[in-house]
Nanobody, 120 residues
């Protein structure tokens, strides 16, 4: 059974940067994609960014384009989300999730989430 563990969250001032990581362990890890989501207090979980594991195809939500950068290190079973020029609206719990198959939209595994707080 694959487990995903996020790390790298914390408190940062507006304009600052954080780098989140999501590491998989516990089983064979060869997903179709790894995605990042976030959930702000009182709001629904929303898509942030996606990267296909093999080809490295990337997409971003409009709210983070030009500020966030998604990447993966397949050798380490780890994905990253580099977040720059952070804004208070980026405050949320950030989750990584993976899908094993491109033809299926359900996510097979989720991480537990890591808190990101952007505040002065």
């Amino acid at each position: 059974q694959v487990q995903l563990v996020e790390s790298g969250g914390g408190l940062v001032q507006p304009g600052g940067s954080l780098k989140l990581s999501c590491t998989a362990s516990g089983g064979t890890f060869s997903p179709y994609c790894m995605d990042w989501f976030r959930q702000a207090p009182g709001k629904k979980r929303v898509f942030v960014a996606s990267i296909t594991w093999s080809a490295g195809q990337i997409s971003y939500a409009d709210a983070v384009k030009g500020r966030f950068s998604i990447s993966r290190d397949a050798a380490k079973n780890t994905g990253h989300l580099q977040m720059d020029n952070l804004k208070p609206d980026d405050t949320a719990v950030y989750f990584c999730a993976v899908r094993n198959y491109g033809f299926r939209f359900e996510y097979d595994y989720w991480g537990q989430g890591t808190q990101v707080t952007v505040s002065s």
